[in-house]
C-alpha cells in the first residue's frame, strides 16, 4: 500500500510542478508583452519629440531664409554703404583702364585662352 500512496504522491508533486511550470511561462509571456507595450509608448514619445523638434527648426530655418533674403537686398546694401559707411560711387576721372599684360606665345598658344578672371587673349 505504501507503493501506491508514493505514486499518487508523485503524481500530485508532477501536476504542480506542470502547473507552476505553466504559470511561470504565462507569466513571463505578459511580463514581455507589457515591456514590449511600453518601449513602444516610449519610443512613440521620443518620435513625437523628435518630430515637434524638426517643425521647430524648419520655422526657423525658414525665418532665417526670409532674413537673408532681406539682408541681401541691393537697396538696403546700397544704402548701409551710402549712410552709414559714406561710400559713393567713383567719379569718372577717378577710373583709370590698366593696360593689358602681354603675354608670351608658348604660354598663351590657343585663342581664347584665359588670361586672369574674365580676360580672354586673342590669337596673335
Do not use: C, W, Y
Not at 17 to 32: M, N, P, S
Amino acid at each position: 500500500m505504501s507503493t501506491m500512496v508514493e505514486s499518487s504522491d508523485g503524481r500530485r508533486r508532477l501536476g504542480m510542478g506542470l502547473i507552476a511550470l505553466i504559470v511561470l511561462g504565462l507569466t513571463l509571456g505578459a511580463t514581455a508583452h507589457v515591456a514590449v507595450h511600453a518601449k513602444r509608448i516610449e519610443v512613440a514619445i521620443a518620435l513625437g519629440n523628435e518630430e515637434r523638434i524638426f517643425r521647430e527648426l524648419t520655422e526657423e530655418r525658414r525665418h532665417l531664409e526670409i532674413e537673408i533674403g532681406m539682408l541681401k537686398d541691393p537697396a538696403r546694401v546700397i544704402a548701409i554703404a551710402r549712410d552709414r559707411l559714406s561710400m559713393h560711387p567713383p567719379a569718372p576721372s577717378d577710373i583709370r583702364a590698366l593696360p593689358q599684360p602681354r603675354a608670351s606665345r608658348s604660354s598663351n598658344s590657343d585663342a581664347g585662352q584665359r588670361t586672369g578672371p574674365g580676360q580672354r587673349t586673342a590669337n596673335p
